[in-house]
T-cell receptor, first 113, second 112 residues
């Protein structure tokens, strides 16, 4: 099992460009999450999904959109990238909510110039 | 807004020393987790505590959940260089939604 994988691992964008980050999990988990990690700020939840076809806003959703068309995939989109979106993005998945373990991918390092 | 404050934010110690990392909040959490993250990788779960006053041990690591479920601590005995990394606490709000609130992290450096 690959667990949680993220594509791409690194990306550099210019302000105003768009891109999609792909997260895939092979553990048949219902719940999936997108976080961003910035120095000294821990991880902050962007959007999450409680099942195929569902999405919901997290703590910092502005400037991002998501889709969960298939249970195993969770896509994070940036329609018009801004320098403030320079960050490391982590995807995670879990079988259920609450005290259940969240399994994280290796991260995508995004730089917006 | 629920917040988790970790302290200290950075800790540099010699191998063999003991240390404690704190995770505090004014809010109640239904559960609290501790993760460890190495450079270039995603966080990995160390432990989950769900009951007020609960103590869990993982080899040289001892985790405690406060009686009021508002705070937690991680104690490492006789630290080793392999303990070096970023330690994150994360709480699931009292509504038990699965949306984790993370502390800002504690960077631990253990020198040989």
């Amino acid at each position: 099992n690959a667990g949680v994988t993220q594509t791409p691992k690194f990306r550099v964008l210019k302000t105003g460009q768009s891109m999609t980050l792909l997260c895939a999990q092979d553990m048949n988990h219902e719940y999936m999450y997108w976080y961003r990690q910035d120095p000294g700020m821990g991880l902050r939840l962007i959007h999450y999904s409680v099942g195929e076809g569902t999405t919901a806003k997290g703590e910092v959703p502005d400037g991002y959109n998501v889709s969960r068309l298939k249970k195993q995939n969770f896509l994070l989109g940036l329609e018009s990238a801004a320098p403030s979106q320079t960050s490391v993005y982590f995807c995670a998945s879990s079988y259920s909510k609450g005290a259940d373990t969240q399994y994280f991918g290796p991260g995508t390092r995004l730089t917006v110039l | 807004t629920q917040l988790l404050e970790q302290s200290p934010q950075f800790l540099s110690i010699q191998e063999g020393e003991n240390l404690t990392v704190y995770c505090n909040s004014s809010s109640v959490f239904s559960s609290l987790q501790w993760y460890r993250q190495e450079p270039g990788e995603g966080p990995v779960l160390l432990v989950t505590v769900v009951t007020g006053g609960e103590v869990k041990k993982l080899k040289r690591l001892t985790f405690q959940f406060g009686d009021a479920r508002k705070d937690s601590s991680l104690h490492i005995t006789a630290a080793q260089t392999g303990d070096t990394g970023l330690y994150l606490c994360a709480g699931d709000g009292s509504s038990n939604t699965g949306k984790l609130i993370f502390g800002q992290g504690t960077t631990l450096q253990v020198k040989p």
